[in-house]
């Protein structure tokens, strides 16, 4: 109980500097959002009397512990741009990016694992080393270029779906999901190549320890030995992997949004940030941070129930 209290301690102390750094960066770059709300009717007393109105004539320590407080009363404010709730803007683009975030990090989980322990089970073999090159390859291409081979390839050559002709979930749940496939396949390749890799490389590596052979000479199968034992040990770096891949396909996401014209959390972080729309970005950027660190925090405690040495010590 005392290490995951330490933890929700650094957990919170971590989303407090990020949310300061945020809101620093923004008072240092260039740019004021009232000049691009009014546009050409941009007069000075226009200027000064629409930032009074959205409070930005305020010192920054005054604005920045004001959008702290309503933020963990769970108001983040009103958009400059959409004139709207951030609330009311984000929850369904939220939906948007968890889905595609979600369904990438089973894809990971589908491709990698039974690949990996195929690759350790026959390791230095000749489709071993076939594979090797395949996984080198895919590790190497960026997400996003594989984003625009798949929208020509499969989009406008093959006409498997409609790049841009993205539909919501309330209207067609199977046309949602259907356009979700190719994007989140995008994510998940490279990913699931890294993970193959340490996968192997682990299994190899506890496939050569005593309990092994000791396990081996009380009558266990070759995929018993690696499933019942093998595998409990060796993923243990993997989990690790899992956590930071998880981080990287939310990430990700945003990224591939641009590309499959996805109307999630990134097109609307893109936007808002060129236009400085700042409630709207800073209550993003928080929610992902806290997706992203909550990932990691809970990777670390998970270790201790996956290994009982680490629980020991």
Excluded: C
């Amino acid at each position: 109980m005392k290490y995951i209290l330490k933890k929700v301690g650094i957990f919170l102390l971590t989303l407090l500097g990020i949310s300061v750094l945020v809101f620093i960066a923004f008072q240092i770059v260039p740019g004021d959002p009232t000049a691009r709300l009014l546009g050409t009717q941009a007069t000075p007393e226009r200027v000064d009397a629409l930032r009074e109105q959205l409070g930005l004539n305020d010192p920054a320590v005054l604005r920045y512990f004001r959008w702290l407080t309503d933020f963990l009363r769970g108001d983040f404010g009103g958009s400059y741009t959409y004139a709207m709730p951030v609330s009311a803007l984000i929850s369904g683009k939220i939906a948007v990016t968890a889905a595609l975030s979600g369904l990438s990090f089973l894809m990971v989980l589908a491709m990698s694992i039974p690949i990996g322990v195929l690759r350790a089970r026959f390791a230095h073999s000749i489709p071993d080393r076939i594979s090797m090159v395949f996984n080198q390859i895919i590790m190497s291409i960026p997400q996003f270029f594989i984003g625009i081979i798949f929208t020509y390839v499969f989009g406008l050559v093959l006409r498997l779906f409609t790049p841009g002709d993205f539909v919501q979930y309330a209207v067609d749940p199977v046309a949602f999901w259907a356009y979700m496939v190719f994007p989140a396949l995008a994510i998940a390749m490279p990913k699931s190549a890294m993970v193959v890799k340490l996968l192997r490389s682990s299994m190899i590596k506890e496939m050569s320890e005593d309990y092994v052979r000791t396990a081996y000479s009380r009558g266990n199968s070759r995929w018993q030995v690696l499933s019942r034992h093998v595998m409990r040990n060796a993923i243990i770096p993997v989990v690790t992997l899992l956590a930071v891949t998880l981080v990287d396909i939310i990430a990700g996401s945003i990224i591939i949004e641009q590309v499959f014209a996805i109307p999630g959390l990134g097109r609307l972080l893109l936007t808002s940030v060129i236009g400085r729309d700042l409630p709207v970005v800073q209550t993003i950027i928080m929610l992902i941070s806290v997706a992203v660190i909550s990932v990691n925090y809970l990777a670390d405690i998970s270790y201790k129930y996956i290994d009982p040495r680490i629980r020991f010590r």
